[in-house]
Structures are given as C-alpha cells and as structure tokens.
C-alpha cells in the first residue's frame, strides 16, 4: 500500500500525461547548438558579443524551468540540486588547497564557465533528465530531438565539401582548417544512435536510413571515437535489450559486420573507396587512417596519459583535486579512469568506480522495465566509450544522464516496494 502524501509511480494523471514544460525543457536542453546557432544567425547581426548571445540562449532554456517552479514545482528533484551543489563544492575545495588551479578554473575555452557550469551540459544534464520519471515520455521527446538534430547536423558539411575543410577552434582561441571535426561527429551521434533505436524498435525504414546518412558522415567528417560508439550500442542493443533479435535479425547483422570488417580489412578497396571521395573533393581522416594503417593510432594520448599514471603514483591519498590534470600535464586525462585517480585520488577513485560499474552492470543485466533499460543502453554506449579514450567526466552530459537514468529506474522500484 502506499504511504500517504506519497503519489504511486506513474498514477497520476500528470505522470501519464506529461507535462508541456518538462517535455519543452527535456527537447530544449538537448537541441540547445541548433538554438545557439538561431540565435547566432538572427541576432547575431545586431550582437555581435557571443557571452549575450549564449545568455540569451540559456534564459530560452530555463524558461520552462521557471514556470515549473511555480506551476509544479515538484518536478524539480532535490536530489538533482544536491549533485550540482556537490560539484561546486568539489571545485570550491580543490581551489582551496589549489589557488593555482584558478588559471585553468578561468581558461575561456575550457574553464568552469565554459565547460562545467555553463548551465547547459555536463552536471546539469543530470537535472534535466530528473525532470521527468516517465521513460517513455522521455523517449517520446527524444524522437522529437533526433529528427530535429539531425536535420540540424545532415547540412552542416555542405560548406566544408564547398570550402573543403572544417574551421575548428583550438584551445588558444585560434581557428585552424581542418579536414575533419570530432565537435561534428559527436553532434551527429546522438541523432544517429536514437534514430537507428526507434528505426529497430518501430519497424521504420526511413529512421534507419536516417541513421546510416548519418554515419556515412560520421566516418566522412567526424572522429573514429564516435563509429565505436555506434558499433557499441548495437552490441549492447542485440545482446540485452531486445531478446527478439536473437533470432534471424541476429544473424543477418552478424553476417553484414563480418562483411564491413572484411571491405574495412581490405586495403585495395579502401585505397579505391578513397580516390573516388578525394576527386569529388571530399577528405576522410578515418578513411585517411585506415588506409594508412593509422586506424588505431593514439594520437598523442599515450604521452599524456603516461604523465597521468606518473602523477598517479607519486599523488596522495585524496588526488590533487578537481582540474589538476589541467594544470599539471595541460591537458585533461582522456580517459575516466586516470581523470578520476588524479582528481580523488588512486583508491577513493576505485571506490567510485567499482560503484560506477556495479550499477551499470546491474543495469544492463537486471533492469526489468525496458524503457528505461534502453534509455540506460543509450547513453551508456555514449559515455562509456567517449570517456574511456577522450573527453572529460566533468562536463560530458551522457555521463551525467546515464547517472541520473538509473536514480529514476531505482526510485521506481522504490515507489513500487512502498
């Protein structure tokens, strides 16, 4: 029975419904370049101050917030507020002991202004995805954004074919031509993956088309980080979230990836593959690198995370803080693991991650409520495979969403054992 002033999981109307607000937030945070990049377009003639413009941008976004607060301010979780109030008192105290960590702390390209507490990613990802405790409302939504976004990114390499190369910002603040950009491919995945989910889940064509355009760009203009990526969620998908496609789906995407492995694995068709895209104009950095034989090559990550296991060893019991990677190497870790040992130190940061991982675990192996298991698959490929060889915890949003997906998923086993 349920305790009293206690509403079941998914009774009340307003569950089953939705709400207007939470649907608008949850689409708003996850389109938030597309609307950045309106604003740019249209006020950017009249500002040319990119802060006013990303402010702006940001008041659109929590907009719905707001009027959540005061229409149903139960939305906002509590628990949410306490992870983002955690992160800043992480930071507060690692500038404490840490004063000279601030010139990191206020880099203009990766600063906390910048990349931990722009509102927008990384830890506030976490309350976004807490607004809502319906799965496939979420899901719903998210159909919404992976149309949306992909339409947004499918026409963005028009220019780069034109131009023939990405302007890519580095982290001085200077724009260098590029012949592929990871921002791109990473932009396009999202869209991609939830494209290729609905396309096998709903029995459409078209989304799986969308999927795979979305993938050819991808491998065109994007890193190789985000086709593992794919590859992963497929993996991950077959194996533990649809039991139906142990059957003959199974076998015919076993036979079709032993297949892209052999044209990948074949030098002589990826040589001619090559030359036919380079007399159209079109440049591949991974194509580059697998004819090259370069296709695993670390770029430069071994160098810095060799530096990393150094400062492992030789650190204290509670790390050197939030950012010091940053500040000692002058690079982030590019990988979760030595990110963590670095900012908690070896052990705390073991504890952390065995917790990490048995929850993941019991996720993907024991969720019984599929919606969210799917969700789970999601953006666990996502964060997982960004963060094992890139990116940084502190600021990558399907972190944060695959942390939140499973608080929601055992908070609906609590409401049902009360």
Request: net charge positive; aromatic share 16%; glycine share 6%.
């Amino acid at each position: 029975m349920n305790k009293v002033g206690k509403l079941p999981y998914n009774s009340s109307l307003l569950y089953q419904r939705g709400n207007k607000m939470r649907d608008l937030a949850i689409i708003l945070f996850f389109c938030f370049p597309l609307l950045k990049a309106i604003l740019e377009r249209s006020i950017g003639l009249l500002i040319s101050n990119g802060t006013i413009i990303t402010g702006i941008a940001i008041l659109i976004l929590y907009t719905p917030i707001l009027t959540l607060l005061f229409k149903n301010p139960r939305s906002i979780k509590v628990d949410a507020i306490i992870v983002i109030f955690l992160v800043i008192f992480i930071f507060l105290f690692s500038y404490l002991y840490h004063p000279e960590y601030s010139s990191w702390y206020n880099d203009p390209i990766w600063g906390l202004k910048t990349r931990v507490f722009n509102f927008s990613s990384g830890v506030f990802a976490y309350f976004f995805i807490r607004l809502e405790e319906n799965p496939k409302i979420i899901l719903r939504n998210l159909k919404i954004v992976a149309i949306v976004m992909f339409f947004y990114n499918v026409f963005r390499p028009i220019e780069v074919i034109k131009n023939g190369y990405w302007l890519v910002q580095l982290g001085n603040e200077t724009n260098v031509q590029s012949v592929y950009s990871m921002g791109f491919g990473y932009s396009m995945l999202l869209p991609s993956l939830l494209l290729i989910y609905f396309g096998i889940k709903e029995k459409k064509l078209l989304f799986i088309l969308m999927s795979i355009v979305g993938v050819i760009e991808i491998f065109l203009w994007g890193s190789r980080g985000a086709l593992l990526t794919y590859a992963c969620f497929i993996a991950l998908y077959i194996l533990f979230a649809d039991k139906k496609l142990f059957g003959t789906k199974k076998i015919i995407f076993i036979i079709l990836s032993i297949l892209l492995f052999f044209v990948i694995s074949n030098g002589a068709i990826m040589s001619s593959l090559l030359d036919k895209l380079n007399e159209h104009g079109i440049e591949s950095r991974t194509l580059n690198m697998i004819v090259s034989g370069e296709a695993t090559s670390d770029s430069g990550r071994d160098t810095i995370q060799e530096k990393a296991k150094y400062m492992i060893e030789n650190g204290g019991f509670f790390g050197y803080g939030a950012y010091a990677d940053r500040y000692y190497i002058g690079k982030y870790s590019h990988n979760i693991v030595l990110e963590m040992m670095i900012t908690f130190g070896k052990y705390p940061a073991i504890f952390i991650l065995i917790v990490l991982t048995f929850y993941s675990i019991k996720m993907i192996i024991r969720c019984k409520n599929r919606e969210w298991l799917e969700l789970f698959i999601i953006f666990f490929s996502y964060a997982c495979t960004r963060l094992w060889n890139s990116t940084s915890f502190w600021y990558e949003s399907t972190f944060w969403i695959a942390i939140g997906i499973v608080v929601s998923y055992h908070k609906l086993l609590k409401y049902r054992k009360d």
